[in-house]
């Protein structure tokens, strides 16, 4: 039974978080042998054996004996009976993080539907060890996003018959075309970390224990998933699978979800509306 991200034993941990690099987990994140393990209750210690056929205890929630607290076999500590035990994880990773099996265009493709249609399903199966692959799918949802608007106004001047006109020589054109692509580019990766770690600041400045950057910058990378979406929707849309990974991943609070990740969008809003009134 070891962390996912950093392999640290688990056993005996009822705090659901890795001591040694915070990431969340669940008892029942893992298998293990049928009655090898025992599950504490986590107000007064009473011990569970783990008797269903993924040696977790049946049901997974239920009353205390002892104390006669509701108690959840998720959050319990486990303890091994003998020597030797292992538990097997379940959490199998996010789709992208199981790119190299599955392929990388299907894994982008599920991906995509996974964040916009079951943003804590997929959350909740991510590892959130592999920054720099969600990194590189937010870039790359962040130009189909580009590319899918530009085909709309191209569409939209065909259709409405407006030739827009492009003034200079093809190869200056081509080169303009480029470092415009490249600054979206740039702007994107830019957008990511700033709110990534606007959102550690303001959980740090709630005193928010343990926030993990990587992760954060994760949770914004994947949102990434709904920027084609209509304006401003997708705005909103974004914010909100950013809480919900916030949530889940990095098992922040709601209200603490919500405030962080409402804190760079409402400044940003503030300075580009509030001088337009004044
Ligand atoms: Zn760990
Ligand atoms: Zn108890």
Redesign the pocket.
Known sequence: MN??????LLFGVSSGR??????LFSATDFSFERGSVHFLCHHCQQSYLGTDSLGLPHPRTFTCVRCKNAVNAAQMAVRPLREGVVGEPLRFGAIWERRRDLGRIRAFLHTMTAVCTRPADFFRAAFASDRAGAVIFGVIAGILALAFWVTIFLLACYLLGYSPTIAGSPSRVTFQLILTFLAFVGAVLVWMYLYAYSICIALRLMGQPGVDAESVVQVVAYANAVLPAIPPICIFWHIAVVIVGLKELLSIGRGRAIIAAMLLPLLTANMVILPKLL
């Not at 962390?3 to 640290?8: D, L, N, P, S």
């Not at 890795?18 to 990431?23: A, D, K, R």
């Open positions: 962390c996912t991200k950093c392999h640290y890795c001591p040694e690099c915070g990431v």
